[in-house]
């Protein structure tokens, strides 16, 4: 079997829900590209929150915006995802469209610091309290590096654990039978 873009994927998925005016998470913003994906579909009359742990991807994420020329309003927070309710304003809970995870260690960057269960499964927790009924939360986990197959197993289960009267849950591999390739989990309130 071919592998597929997961990333390509998650941003087909997302832009099923997202409209001009939406408000959306990037909950790891890494290089920036998922941000400008989603400031350019919320336009200037919605609002991209991003978070990440490193000034570098903080720095990245904010250069890519600018020399993307986008007008959407932005907030970058240099701050664990897993603080995501206790940041992100209380009048955007409950109206976030989408929320985007691509977990794993900063292309480019040091691959020891890399996203963590415990602040993953504490943060994709908190993104469904913000997500808005009709939204959707995307992750992208990375089996195959150190830590990476733990917190794949993880948000595994997790999703695994959601309520299926209360949430459609999708999980697409980017190749078939293959445990350590990446995969996408999309999760939306039923």
């Known amino acids: 079997m071919k592998r597929i873009s997961l990333v390509h994927e998650a941003h087909k998925a997302v832009q099923t829900v997202l409209q001009a005016g939406d408000y959306a998470v990037d909950a790891t913003v890494g290089n920036g590209h998922d941000t400008l994906f989603l400031a350019r579909h919320v336009g200037p009359g919605g609002i991209v929150f991003g978070f990440d742990i490193q000034q570098n991807a903080i720095d990245q994420t904010r250069s890519r915006l600018e020399q993307g020329k986008v007008e959407t309003p932005f907030e970058l927070f240099r701050v664990s995802h897993a603080v995501m309710t206790n940041t992100i304003p209380a009048q ?99």
């Open 92 to 190: 955007f809970h409950g109206r976030i469209k989408a929320v985007m995870f691509n977990l794993g260690y900063l292309p480019g960057g040091d691959k020891l610091l890399i996203t963590r269960t415990d602040t993953t499964i504490a943060a994709l927790n908190q993104a469904l309290r913000v997500l808005a009924p009709d939204g959707l939360l995307t992750i992208l986990a990375y089996p195959g590096h150190s830590g990476g197959d733990q917190e794949a197993d993880e948000v595994d289960k997790w999703c695994a654990d959601l309520d299926g009267s209360r949430y459609d849950k999708l999980c697409i591999n980017s190749q078939e039978n293959q445990k350590s390739m990446p995969r996408l989990y999309l999760v939306n309130p039923a």
